[in-house]
């Protein structure tokens, strides 16, 4: 059984199917969404986003977002995301870099420093 899934983010149409399955990663850690689940709305963190279909295994970074799951419908908005493919590593090597030039020196705003660290460090994870 499969359920369908929309992704968008505010640059594009992510992703319009069906699915066998996610896992994404919440704000308490990883979850699992199956057919049949009991409706719910959370936010989305940093984090790795993998999407079954057809026993395929198909994965992408995201940076965070909603997801609304209800009546076998599940809808993300994504601040953004990306398939591997589609990650330019040179410029989150770069972003990666900067950032921890930044929270090593302290300088300007730590919170975003600390957020754009991890965003590059996703980026590059599910580039590999």
Same mark, same amino acid.
């Given at each position: 059984?499969?359920?369908?899934?929309?992704?968008?983010?505010?640059?594009?149409?992510?992703?319009?199917?069906?699915?066998?399955? %996610?896992?994404?990663?919440?704000?308490?850690?990883? #979850?699992?969404?199956?057919?049949?689940? &009991?409706? #719910?709305?959370?936010?989305? !963190?940093?984090?790795?986003?993998?999407?079954?279909?057809?026993?395929?295994? /198909?994965? !992408?970074? %995201?940076?965070?977002?909603? %997801?609304?799951?209800?009546?076998?419908?599940?809808?993300?908005? &994504?601040? &953004?995301?990306?398939?591997?493919?589609? %990650? +330019?590593?040179? *410029?989150?090597?770069?972003? /990666?870099? *900067? !950032?921890?030039? *930044?929270?090593?020196?302290?300088?300007? +705003?730590?919170?975003?420093?600390?957020? &754009?660290? /991890? /965003?590059?460090?996703? *980026?590059?994870?599910?580039?590999?």
């Amino acid at each position: 059984m499969q359920f369908y899934l929309k992704i968008v983010s505010p640059d594009r149409l992510f992703f319009d199917g069906y699915v066998d399955s %996610i896992v994404v990663k919440g704000t308490e850690g990883d #979850f699992a969404v199956l057919p049949n689940m &009991a409706p #719910f709305v959370t936010k989305v !963190a940093i984090g790795k986003l993998k999407i079954t279909v057809d026993k395929n295994d /198909k994965y !992408a970074a %995201i940076s965070g977002g909603y %997801i609304d799951i209800r009546n076998n419908k599940v809808t993300m908005v &994504a601040n &953004a995301c990306e398939w591997p493919e589609e %990650i +330019d590593t040179e *410029r989150a090597e770069k972003a /990666k870099a *900067r !950032a921890l030039k *930044r929270l090593q020196n302290k300088e300007g +705003d730590v919170f975003r420093a600390e957020i &754009a660290l /991890k /965003k590059a460090i996703n *980026r590059l994870s599910i580039s590999k």
